[in-house]
């Protein structure tokens, strides 16, 4: 065998690969571009449609339109107003919170439905 035509066909070898290599970070970059691109222009649409179209209420009004919750006794403000928080930001608004109560300790339960659940 000779070891020259050995080692040109390693190095061009080595070589395709870092080329193929580099080719497909170039059109995985590309592609994010792109889609980056996508995203902001289908961003700004929804915003253009509706900016107009809806007036953020200030949020004493909010506030002051929304019922009180019940609190069962014993539970503290801030964790009220914490809750009442996190309802409205994963809602968006859309929701109000009604009553805030203890409950029983989930994990106790999720332990014997798991032991005695049919096969």
Known sequence: MDLGFD???TITGIVLVFLI???????????GKIFDSMGTKKKAAKEAA????????APVQQAAAAPAPQVEEGIPGDVVAAIMAAI????????????????KNGWGNAGVNDTTAPF
């Open 88 to 103: 409205h930001a994963m809602g968006n608004g859309k929701y109000t919170l009604k009553a805030v109560r203890r409950s």
């Open 7 to 9: 080692v040109v066909v």
């Open 50 to 57: 509706k900016a107009p179209a809806a007036k953020p209420a």
């Open 21 to 31: 290599l580099i080719l497909l970070m170039a059109i995985i970059t590309l592609e």
